[in-house]
């Protein structure tokens, strides 16, 4: 509630924006253009609820479905039936879900609402102004979409443990509810499949095809207010980049906190000594990363705010690492204020090991610095202001062919430090805590989740009010300034992307280690000596290619889709390439219904896959 108080400008910016916007109705000089504004803002947010109802249905005739599945599945237990185990697993997992699909929905629709926000402010003067508000509106926007969601999913997650307390008893069930409680985990994975798949396909679909109708069949700019597929761009945008990688980073956070409670439920000595405090110490680093990250918004939007173009990526930076370094000491004294001074894990390997809170400060805090170093990494490879990306643009002077030369091999350069890092971290917790180090290593890599998105989030609603001013042919000034935004944007996108796949490596591991142990298997029914173990495991190393090959199939169709559409409508809408006056209005909504459709189409195959597979090879 803080933050979203957080999200309005002071009364007098309020004002002055309002005012500026009402010239449309007063019929002052800039009244046209911020019509168009005003037009384009609802065409983007008409879509963008289209899009998501649409796909929402699915999920939740999916989560209904399967749901149902899994109460006889998880019910079948050694001794004969447990309903009771089935149906509040199925629960959680519909909770899971459905927490997910909210969150998802408040962070698009206050990233819609930005979108345009960030294109008022940047035609503010004096400059200083433009920069500061437009920055600040962007940055707000991100950090509604990072609170609402950790906050919703620590919330709803800890109520439901609230509720389930009273049907098992913890000093002897904790494994058994736990165990209901992963269902939570798996719902939010589950919605973050379709809405990444769903979301991806359709923003790519509409950017390819924008881009390819504007400037290879047209010959205009991408974001001219001629081409009829920009307003899909922009729905996809945010329904892709803000929803769809919100939900991507909720799986990842709900497992790994599902994960850490699993594996910290087997250990006797921790309930005992511990209890209810010490159980719920995954819980506690989160709540304290809530914290520690609405203390540190501040700095970019009041003590260090952004007042000229070289001022962005710094600020954004700076708030990565604060964050990092104060929640550094916030772990040290949660851990010693939840868990007991020392207690027993059983090792997936059949030992018992001592763990201390000294050991799971250092597992969290190794995750957590990782994902910092992971995100300064990924930021020196996709930054125009360092030398790799000067140097795939320079060789782009030579052709297309050496520009991707250049840019494959940037790539998977740009691989080794974020992977060897990620080896270090597993082997330290491993070594520190086994499994349940591991999975409070990947929490602390998520504990500052919510500055993370809001670093995230203010890409696309960047490149989103640059868009937007285009269209609206506003002055050349405010196309300027939300390019500057944009083009720091585009690095942070690609650093909450790093986040995303680190975390999700951990939380990979976490959970297999919580099945192995919860299974009680011994590491040699696991090893990779078995035929069949390891031919499972060349299959699944293929399983990515496949399903990458699916979804850029999906978007290929989609987007040629798009360009016989947009080429359709220059050729039958009289006076509309050449922008003669009262030309008729290009059909936007066509070109919407083209991505919805073919999103929500072709989304179903790879999440199949998905979700068949591991079921298929476990029977």
């Given amino acids: 509630l803080c933050k979203i108080s957080l999200f309005r400008q002071s009364r007098e910016d309020d004002e002055a924006l309002l ?47 399967f749901g149902v599945g899994m109460i006889f599945f998880v019910a079948k237990v050694e001794s004969g039936w447990d309903f009771k185990i089935g149906t509040l697993t199925a629960f959680s997992f519909f909770v899971g879900g459905i927490t997910s699909m ?29 920069w500061r508000d437009s920055f600040n509106a962007a940055f707000r926007g991100g950090a509604v979409m990072g609170f609402a969601l950790s906050g919703l999913g620590l919330l709803v997650m800890y109520f439901l443990m609230c509720m389930y307390v009273s049907a098992f008893d913890v000093a002897v069930e904790a494994v058994k509810l736990m165990e209901c409680i992963a269902g939570f985990g798996l719902g939010g994975s589950t919605i973050a499949l379709f809405g990444r798949v769903g979301g ?16 290879v069949v047209a010959g205009i700019p991408e974001d001219d207010p001629r081409n009829p597929a920009t307003i899909a761009d922009n729905v996809g945008d945010n ?62 939007t009041h003590i260090q705010p952004v007042k000229k173009e070289s001022d962005i990526e710094k600020v954004l930076k700076v708030q990565l690492g604060a964050t990092t370094i104060m929640l550094t000491g916030v772990v040290y004294i949660l851990a010693y204020l939840f868990l007991p001074s020392k207690f027993a894990l059983k090792a997936v390997s059949g030992t018992v090991l001592t763990f201390t809170p000294t050991k799971a400060w250092g597992c969290t805090v190794a995750g957590l610095w990782s994902g910092c170093m992971i995100g300064f990494i990924t930021e020196y490879y996709t930054s125009h202001s360092y030398k790799p990306v000067r140097e795939v643009a320079a060789s782009c002077e030579t052709g297309a062919a050496t520009n991707i030369i250049y840019g494959l091999a940037l790539g998977y350069k740009s691989t080794i430090l974020p992977v060897t890092l990620l080896s270090i971290v597993i082997y330290l917790s491993f070594y520190l805590g086994d499994m349940y180090g591991v999975a409070l290593a990947a929490l602390g890599m998520l504990s500052n989740l919510a500055t993370c998105l809001a670093i995230d989030v203010y890409g696309p609603i960047c490149d989103n009010a640059g868009g937007i001013a285009e269209m609206a042919e506003l002055p050349e000034t405010v196309r300027e300034k939300t390019d500057a935004l944009d083009a720091a944007g585009n690095t942070t996108a690609a650093i909450g992307k790093g986040f995303a796949i680190g975390s999700a490596c951990l939380v990979g591991l976490a959970l297999f280690g919580a099945f192995v142990t919860r299974a009680h298997l011994e590491l040699a029914s696991v090893s ?38 947009v080429a359709r409508q220059f050729r039958e809408i ?18 919407i219904a083209i991505s919805t459709d073919a999103s929500l189409r072709e989304m179903v195959a790879p999440a199949v896959l998905v979700m068949s597979t591991p079921l298929l090879f476990g029977i």
């Fill in 102 to 130: 909210v969150s998802g929905y408040i962070g698009m629709m206050i990233a819609v609402f930005t979108n345009a926000r960030c294109t008022m402010c940047a035609t503010q003067t004096p400059d200083s102004l433009a």
């Fill in 239 to 300: 329904v892709g980049d803000v929803a769809g990688m919100g939900s991507d980073l909720f799986g990842s956070f709900a497992e790994a906190t599902c994960a850490a409670l699993v594996v910290a439920s087997q250990s006797a000595e921790l309930i005992h000594y511990g209890g209810w405090a010490g159980l719920m110490f995954p819980v506690a680093i989160s709540g304290g990363g809530i914290l520690v990250c609405m203390i540190c918004s501040f700095l970019a």
């Fill in 574 to 591: 009289p006076g509309l390439l050449e922008g003669t006056p009262g030309h008729g209005p290009p059909d936007h909504a066509r070109c």
């Fill in 528 to 565: 990779l000596v078995s035929p069949l173990i390891f031919a499972s495991l060349v299959f699944g190393a293929m399983i990515p290619y496949w399903f990458s090959a699916m979804t850029m199939k999906s978007v290929g169709q989609a987007a040629n889709e798009m360009v016989r559409e």
């Fill in 19 to 65: 005012r500026r916007m009402e010239m449309a109705d007063a019929g002052e000089a800039e009244a046209d253009s911020y019509q168009k504004l005003r037009q384009i803002y609802r065409d983007i947010q008409a879509g963008a609820k289209a899009f998501l109802a649409a796909e929402y249905r699915m999920c939740l005739a999916f989560l209904v479905v």
């Fill in 200 to 215: 991806g396909i359709y923003t790519k679909a509409a950017d390819v095809g924008a881009d390819l109708a504007g400037k």
